[in-house]
């Protein structure tokens, strides 16, 4: 079972700042297939890229991702008020699909 | 625009079966993997199990024994049964829709099912 860890598990950060969120695998995973999600509490998980560096239909250019082998990386450019929530990294090509513990990002 | 609206039984006691439903309105229901997810109170993302249009599985091996998923093509219902309930069970349970196809991941998911399991 491929086993992802994020980092930092909190990131405390003010609106217009650069958040850089980190997805580690215990081995590697097809970036095809590694996507980032944002959940807002009381609300369904949103995709927000998938196939590793793809944004889903939507989603502002700030959200960016990137990575290969097992390192991955969400990059919100600037954040936005409405960004704040916390963010899992998921694999869907090896079964059983597995997502990472999530990184809280909130405001500063 | 696919919507997903799911439905169930939000309190069960120990050793009984749940049973969630997902109906899809507003988009194609073949050529996409139905998806099962559950998150534990205060807890991360776990995913159950998918299945086809046409009815095959992929399911999670923790879950395997007790899980039974279906499709009802001609309701667009899919099904999810879980059976033998504990309190580990207590969950929000979602449903989600990944297109065949392209490297899509899960990109619309049902609202959520509010599950506990409690004697």
Redesign the interface.
Known sequence: EIVLTQSPRTLSLSPGERATLSCRANQNVDS??L?W?QQKPGQ????LI??GS?R??GIPDRFRGSGSGTDFTLTVTRLEPEDFAVF?C?Q?GD????????TKVDIK | QVQLQQWGAGLLKPSETLSLTCGVSGGSFSGTYWTWIRQLPGKGLEWIGEITSGGSTNLNRSLKSRLKMSVDTSKNHISLNLSSVTAADTAVYYCARRRIGFFSAMDVWGQGTTVTISS
């Open positions: 095809n297939y996507a999600y369904a998980p949103r995709l998938y196939a793809t889903a239909t899992y998921h869907y079964s059983p699909r597995t997502f990472g513990p999530g």
